[in-house]
């Protein structure tokens, strides 16, 4: 078997409906996260896009003075958001062969580790085709028997092979082959995940990383919402 691609290209997608509270946690997060690989790894090329998929809030203000790309969408669909925020990053980064892109999805309600990305390109250059990650909920926003049951549930290495597209990687042939994120209202990451299992993919499930989940994720209940079921 030949070693895997270098990657060359690093695209981020980050898709947004009406986030102006956590926000800007996010965007300070990720403007680590994006120094660090530039400084590690100057060779690749990094381009974030934050997709504004129907903001009627203030998220647009923030998003906007960001060293970031913005793209406003009124879709409403997270799937088409993601999708979108892909098909913008590409051209931006210049062509490249797809198995030299990797493709890296968050979510504006979450906050990424200084090391998240250089961890994915890591894990990628280390045979990976597709990275799937978990995620810690915001301890703040929970209780002390909450913080507690989460502790004991997730202990520091055990990787539930959970998918969650706050912390998400895929290697830019296989998102092709697998036909990208679908352009649903949700589970895009899931159907993904599954399609591109089925093509053979080699998927490695970290818990090398853990995105810290705002407290006001509106896609789950209040509590410990990083453990589904």
Partial sequence: MSAPDRVTRLAVVVPVNDEEELLPRCLAALDVAVARVRGERPAVRVEVVIVLDGCTDGSAALARPSSF??????????????????????????????????IASTDADSQVPPHWLTHQVATAEAGADLVIGTVRPDFADLSAAQRTAWVVTHPAGHVNGHVHGANLGVRGD??????????????????????????????VASDGLRPHLGPLDRAHPRGVRAAPA
Avoid: K, N
């Avoid at 958001?81 to 590409?90: D, F, L, Q």
């Fill in 69 to 102: 790309t913005v793209l406003e969408t009124g879709y409403r669909r997270v799937g088409a958001a993601r999708a979108a925020g892909v098909e913008t990053a590409t051209p931006l980064l210049g062509r490249v062969r797809p198995s030299r892109l990797w």
């Fill in 174 to 203: 296989l998102y092709l082959a697998a036909g990208g994120f679908p352009r649903v209202a949700e589970h895009e990451d899931v159907d993904l995940v599954a399609r591109a299992r089925g093509a053979g993919a080699r998927i």
